[in-house]
């Protein structure tokens, strides 16, 4: 029975209901009398409740779809609408969850589309500072060591705290370039990489640690660099915002060839602070691999990041990225 009938027949049933009062034994006065006057207000109360009623139970998958498409995230895909009611219900439902695949099959392959020509123009910009900036800071601490070699003494201190200064910027400008390139991940592999990055990220404030579970399935470049990219923005998170003093880094293989992936630290917990463009950047990178993200407090305190991805990808867009 299509929604239009249905509402119909709902108030066909409150307009009939009234029409078998006035056949009824009650009479109505001229003018009314205060005993008949009660009776036809609470005939009409009793009415507009049922009505009301009745429209309620018709109308509740309407609101059950509506309140499915005000909670739909597209970073957060698979939910769908249960599908119950009259016929237009249905087929709206349906034309909702279809409408919800398209836009998340869509929104992977443009983020993979974004995060392909972010990670170009990471290597772009990575090569230029070792290449051009790398070298031109090479080159001064180079004529400033000659400098003070043969300056008077008065002097000399100062051209060699030049010197420690500009060799400090170097080393940033190096630190810089391996957080925008990984070469690690590509000349040894995810394994290295990560411990490589949890060393990277250890400070007198800040221990970070890493541990790899032997007997991992073979995983493609595309999902290990999702992978590392995660670890890597959950460690600075880690590191700038959650005041932790302990970060662990856990990669280790799950049943059905899956891999997890754990970033656990002992801060202040996310709580319900808002996600920002890390997180949400994290999340796309999940979708281009297939993997479910789960951003939340640990048992004991702090924040854990945890990745479940399969152990290889399913469609040719991580490729793309990875290239």
Do not use: C
Request: charged letters at 20%; proline letters at 5%.
């Amino acid at each position: 029975m299509s929604l239009y009938w249905r509402i119909f027949l709902l108030n066909a049933v409150v307009l009939v209901a009234a029409a078998l009062l006035l056949l009824g034994p009650v009479t109505v006065s001229t003018p009314v009398l205060f005993g008949e006057a009660v009776v036809l207000i609470a005939g009409l109360v009793v009415m507009l409740i049922a009505n009301a009623v009745l429209l309620r139970i018709g109308l509740a998958p309407l609101a059950r779809l509506t309140g499915a498409m005000a909670t739909a995230d597209l970073l957060k895909p698979g939910n769908r609408t249960t599908v119950t009611g009259s016929t237009e219900v249905v087929k709206l439902t349906q034309a909702f969850n279809a409408m919800l695949a398209r836009l998340e099959a869509e929104r992977a392959t443009s983020s993979g589309r974004a995060l392909s020509a972010q990670e170009a123009e990471r290597q772009r910009i990575a090569q230029e500072l070792h290449d051009e900036v790398g070298q031109t800071l090479t080159a001064v601490l180079l004529q400033l060591k000659h400098a003070a070699d043969h300056a008077p003494p008065d002097v000399r201190a100062d051209l060699q705290q030049a010197q420690e200064t500009t060799r400090a910027g170097l080393d940033e400008i190096r630190r810089i370039a391996r957080r925008l390139r990984p070469g690690v991940l590509e000349e040894l592999g995810l394994h290295s990489a990560l411990r490589a990055l949890t060393t990277e990220f250890t400070s007198p404030r800040l221990r970070a640690t890493a541990h790899i579970t032997p007997g991992l399935p073979s995983l493609d470049p595309a999902t290990e660099l999702v992978l590392y990219r995660i670890t890597q923005e959950g460690l600075t998170n880690a590191a700038r915002h959650a005041r932790a003093t302990r970060v662990e880094v856990h990669l280790r293989p799950l049943p059905d060839a899956k891999v997890e992936l754990l970033v656990r630290d002992n801060g202040q917990g996310i709580e319900a602070a808002p996600e920002g463009a890390g997180i949400s950047g994290m999340r796309e990178r999940a979708l281009l691999i297939g993997a479910h993200l789960d951003i939340g407090q640990g048992d004991h305190g702090g924040t854990e990041v945890r990745l479940h991805v399969t152990g290889s990808t399913a469609d040719g867009r991580p490729q793309e990225m990875a290239r």
